[in-house]
């Protein structure tokens, strides 16, 4: 039962007509250069198109070529001039159909570009569009486009929803590496060049990926990424001198230490010459860090930098820092000020092969946060957006919570920063600041189920997200459509359906969980499931604060923890006031009475019992409209999401007689409605 294993690489049967005539022209593939990642993206074209056209390429009268500018293919040389190949930047392509022959060619100034290129053709293709007159020219707008695994070398995943690690098992490496090199190509078909293998939380056994005992093995990890233009990182731990160097510290400014980390680095790229370098989680959650020596961040990281600089590697820092123990009667600490208070001090002081890597928001991967006001405040540090495609606060990949509007949201978000303009994406991508090194990174969500994600739809996340760090413009719908197609298929009742499941889907989880911005009521631990009070006398920070009058944190300046405050121009101004805070956050930055009257004229009270009822009507909804669908694709494929969907329709109703039922229980108001509260 290989049920969605192939992904958005399914490759649909186009059937007999005017297209299947338009694609069955192309007689072969013309391709000169010898590069592993050219020779990846021929066996991608070739696949692709005879598994869309039912037979291997040949018998037409045009063909695909691609190859380099100055590569040695003169199909390619001939079909862009100058001002095409200067407008190609590294990892860019150009794909033009020659009006003579009919010739299809793809055109890089590197060999990644080439398989980019080739997967946007094939893209074109799966979702059935027109290639008679192409004439594409893309870059990708970030440098860096990496994936995030939390695996454990015992092949349990932290965070993940889908079964075990595809890497590791039984603290070993996995032998055979099939399942990864099919990740490789997924990666490199939505766009993505960088990967850190194994969980930020570096245990023990992790540790040793640096020793000669992992070496080899993560090398041949290495080699299959390579292949797929992708470049692999390790998370580190901090304290490696002292757990496999025999030291006796691993204090950042101590001589010894300094050249441990040299040496290291020199035996990691002796094995991989390409190694991106180190992902770090430092004085983060129990993780060891500078702060032992009374040394801070910026030492910490640049110790490291300094010992990757000669090889061009990069030391990609965790802003994650917060005090995990902290008091809950203690109400000046607030966790959401943490990575600002921090970091914002330190900026000038990293090297310039440092990225600091900051969450979207400032708590946790929520359903709804504020964003980072971390991120554009460091103007002469690189910095790098980290989001969360596994489903860890958004229903475990068991409820449906497409997140590429959320992204998009805040990706869109205006900071300020230097003045107007100064959105996060532009921060992320390096040109408000004008940062050599920036980007995308996010938590994968896949594991070994056969459909890599758990939830098949929560294929559309990372492919999403992969789509959207090559190109933040492209719109949630475009991408949704793209990955529908490609997946399921082309049938347009399905397509529009489907699009219509996403789309709602963050919108519809929100309803039926925290409201208004507050978070968190998740069970410890594992975090899913209701539990109002389950964080609330807790030592992780993440309280709501409700009482008999009212809910929500006081962030202000004025009279609450001053977080609001690190905000600039307007936004400052907007979460400070009660008035001008939009609803869905105004539980983040303001404690109010459960009267208190939001913008959409409805009491708070009022507001947490409408949107619990709706939530799961329109959880209910959903399945409903999967079932409609029964017949437009496979069985299996149809059976697996229609199971998801029941018991997402039926957990929602746990979270909202629970919600419910605490409110009233606290406030003693009534539903005007006067529906089931129990
Ligand atoms: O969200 C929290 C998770 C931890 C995770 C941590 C982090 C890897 O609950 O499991 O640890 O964030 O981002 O470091």
């Given at each position: 039962q290989q049920t969605g294993y192939q992904a958005w690489l399914e490759y649909h049967r186009i059937t007999p007509g005017e297209l299947v005539e338009q694609y069955a022209v192309y007689s072969g593939i013309v391709c000169t250069e010898k590069d592993e990642v050219i020779q990846s993206a021929v066996l991608e074209l070739s696949r692709g198109i005879s598994k869309m056209l039912g037979?291997?390429?040949?018998?037409?009268r045009a063909v695909i070529a691609l190859g380099t500018?100055?590569?040695?293919n003169e199909l390619v040389d001939r079909a862009f001039g100058e001002e095409t190949r200067s407008a190609v930047v590294h990892e860019g392509f150009a794909i033009t159909t020659d009006?003579?022959?009919?010739n299809i060619v793809v055109g890089a100034s590197s060999a990644s570009g080439v398989l980019y290129g080739v997967f946007h053709l094939l893209r074109l293709f799966s979702t059935h569009?027109?290639?008679?007159?192409l004439d594409v020219i893309e870059n990708p707008v970030n440098m860096l486009r990496m994936i995030n695994q939390w695996d454990n070398i015992d092949g349990?995943?932290?965070?993940?929803?889908?079964?075990?690690?595809?890497?590791?098992?039984n603290n070993r490496?996995?032998?055979?590496l099939t399942r990864v090199r099919d990740y490789a190509r997924l990666l490199a078909s939505s766009g993505l060049n960088a990967i850190?293998?194994?969980?930020?939380?570096?245990?023990q056994w992790e540790?040793?990926?640096?020793?000669e005992e992992y070496l080899p093995d993560v090398a041949r990890v290495a080699g299959v990424f390579r292949s797929y233009g992708i470049k692999l990182f390790l998370s580190v731990n901090y304290a490696s001198p002292l757990e496999i160097g025999?030291?006796?510290?691993?204090?950042?400014?101590d001589p010894a230490v300094r050249e441990w980390w040299r040496v290291k680095a020199a035996e990691v790229y002796a094995a991989i010459p390409d190694f991106g370098g180190f992902l770090v989680k430092a004085d983060s959650e129990n993780r060891p860090g500078p702060f032992t020596y009374d040394r801070d961040h910026a030492d910490g990281s640049n110790m490291l930098a300094e010992a990757l600089k000669p090889y061009g590697g990069i030391v990609i820092w965790?802003?994650?820092?917060?005090?995990?123990?902290?008091?809950?009667?203690?109400?000046?600490?607030?966790?959401?000020r943490a990575a600002y208070d921090h970091?914002?001090?330190?900026?000038?002081?990293?090297?310039?092969?440092v990225i600091l890597q900051v969450k979207?928001?400032?708590?946790?991967?929520?359903?709804r946060e504020p964003v980072?006001?971390?991120?554009?405040?460091?103007?002469?540090t690189n910095q790098m957006i980290e989001f969360q495609i596994t489903q860890e606060y958004t229903g475990q990949q068991r409820h449906l919570c497409y997140l590429v509007p959320q992204w998009k949201e805040v990706l869109d978000?205006?900071?300020?920063?230097?003045?107007?303009?100064?959105?996060i994406k532009r921060i992320v991508d390096g040109s408000l600041h004008g940062n050599r090194l920036s980007g995308f990174a996010a938590v994968s969500n896949i594991g070994n189920d056969v459909n890599w994600?758990?939830?098949?739809?929560?294929?559309a996340n990372l492919y999403g997200y992969g789509r959207l760090a090559w190109n933040?413009?492209?719109?949630a719908e475009e991408i949704a459509e793209e990955w529908i197609r490609m997946?399921?298929?082309?049938d347009e009742k399905l397509v529009s359906v489907v699009l219509s499941m996403l789309m709602h889907s963050w919108s519809i989880y929100e309803a039926y969980t925290s409201?208004?911005?507050?978070?968190w009521m998740v069970n410890p631990d594992h975090h899913y499931g209701p539990n109002v009070?389950?964080?609330?006398?807790?030592?992780?920070?993440?309280?709501?604060?409700?009482d008999c009058h009212g809910i929500g944190v006081?962030?202000?300046k004025a009279t609450g923890t001053?977080?609001?405050?690190?905000?600039?121009g307007n936004n400052y101004d907007t979460y400070e006031s009660v008035e001008n805070c939009p609803d869905e956050l105004l539980l983040f930055f303001h404690h109010v009475p459960y009267t208190h009257v939001l913008h959409s004229g409805q009491t708070v009270i009022q507001h947490i019992y409408n949107t619990h009822f709706e939530g799961v009507e329109r959880a209910e909804q959903l399945t409903a409209k999967w079932a409609?669908?029964?017949?437009?694709?496979?069985e299996l494929v149809h059976m697996h999401v229609a199971d998801r969907l029941a018991e997402q329709a039926a957990h929602a109703k746990e979270w909202r007689d629970m919600i419910n039922t605490y409110f009233f229980r606290k406030s003693?108001?009534?539903?005007a409605m006067g529906r089931k509260i129990y």
């Amino acid at each position: 039962q290989q049920t969605g294993y192939q992904a958005w690489l399914e490759y649909h049967r186009i059937t007999p007509g005017e297209l299947v005539e338009q694609y069955a022209v192309y007689s072969g593939i013309v391709c000169t250069e010898k590069d592993e990642v050219i020779q990846s993206a021929v066996l991608e074209l070739s696949r692709g198109i005879s598994k869309m056209l039912g037979k291997e390429i040949g018998e037409g009268r045009a063909v695909i070529a691609l190859g380099t500018f100055g590569g040695g293919n003169e199909l390619v040389d001939r079909a862009f001039g100058e001002e095409t190949r200067s407008a190609v930047v590294h990892e860019g392509f150009a794909i033009t159909t020659d009006q003579a022959s009919g010739n299809i060619v793809v055109g890089a100034s590197s060999a990644s570009g080439v398989l980019y290129g080739v997967f946007h053709l094939l893209r074109l293709f799966s979702t059935h569009q027109s290639v008679k007159a192409l004439d594409v020219i893309e870059n990708p707008v970030n440098m860096l486009r990496m994936i995030n695994q939390w695996d454990n070398i015992d092949g349990s995943i932290e965070r993940g929803y889908a079964g075990k690690s595809i890497f590791f098992e039984n603290n070993r490496i996995t032998e055979d590496l099939t399942r990864v090199r099919d990740y490789a190509r997924l990666l490199a078909s939505s766009g993505l060049n960088a990967i850190s293998i194994n969980n930020v939380n570096v245990h023990q056994w992790e540790t040793k990926f640096l020793t000669e005992e992992y070496l080899p093995d993560v090398a041949r990890v290495a080699g299959v990424f390579r292949s797929y233009g992708i470049k692999l990182f390790l998370s580190v731990n901090y304290a490696s001198p002292l757990e496999i160097g025999g030291l006796s510290t691993a204090d950042p400014l101590d001589p010894a230490v300094r050249e441990w980390w040299r040496v290291k680095a020199a035996e990691v790229y002796a094995a991989i010459p390409d190694f991106g370098g180190f992902l770090v989680k430092a004085d983060s959650e129990n993780r060891p860090g500078p702060f032992t020596y009374d040394r801070d961040h910026a030492d910490g990281s640049n110790m490291l930098a300094e010992a990757l600089k000669p090889y061009g590697g990069i030391v990609i820092w965790r802003c994650f820092v917060y005090n995990c123990k902290q008091d809950w009667r203690d109400r000046a600490t607030d966790r959401a000020r943490a990575a600002y208070d921090h970091f914002k001090p330190l900026d000038g002081r990293f090297m310039d092969n440092v990225i600091l890597q900051v969450k979207n928001g400032p708590m946790d991967f929520q359903v709804r946060e504020p964003v980072s006001p971390l991120i554009g405040a460091m103007e002469t540090t690189n910095q790098m957006i980290e989001f969360q495609i596994t489903q860890e606060y958004t229903g475990q990949q068991r409820h449906l919570c497409y997140l590429v509007p959320q992204w998009k949201e805040v990706l869109d978000f205006e900071t300020y920063a230097k003045g107007e303009g100064s959105s996060i994406k532009r921060i992320v991508d390096g040109s408000l600041h004008g940062n050599r090194l920036s980007g995308f990174a996010a938590v994968s969500n896949i594991g070994n189920d056969v459909n890599w994600t758990g939830h098949l739809l929560a294929q559309a996340n990372l492919y999403g997200y992969g789509r959207l760090a090559w190109n933040p413009e492209l719109s949630a719908e475009e991408i949704a459509e793209e990955w529908i197609r490609m997946t399921l298929g082309g049938d347009e009742k399905l397509v529009s359906v489907v699009l219509s499941m996403l789309m709602h889907s963050w919108s519809i989880y929100e309803a039926y969980t925290s409201p208004l911005g507050v978070g968190w009521m998740v069970n410890p631990d594992h975090h899913y499931g209701p539990n109002v009070d389950g964080y609330e006398y807790s030592k992780w920070g993440t309280y709501h604060f409700a009482d008999c009058h009212g809910i929500g944190v006081d962030r202000t300046k004025a009279t609450g923890t001053g977080y609001a405050a690190q905000y600039k121009g307007n936004n400052y101004d907007t979460y400070e006031s009660v008035e001008n805070c939009p609803d869905e956050l105004l539980l983040f930055f303001h404690h109010v009475p459960y009267t208190h009257v939001l913008h959409s004229g409805q009491t708070v009270i009022q507001h947490i019992y409408n949107t619990h009822f709706e939530g799961v009507e329109r959880a209910e909804q959903l399945t409903a409209k999967w079932a409609s669908l029964e017949g437009s694709m496979g069985e299996l494929v149809h059976m697996h999401v229609a199971d998801r969907l029941a018991e997402q329709a039926a957990h929602a109703k746990e979270w909202r007689d629970m919600i419910n039922t605490y409110f009233f229980r606290k406030s003693g108001i009534e539903d005007a409605m006067g529906r089931k509260i129990y």
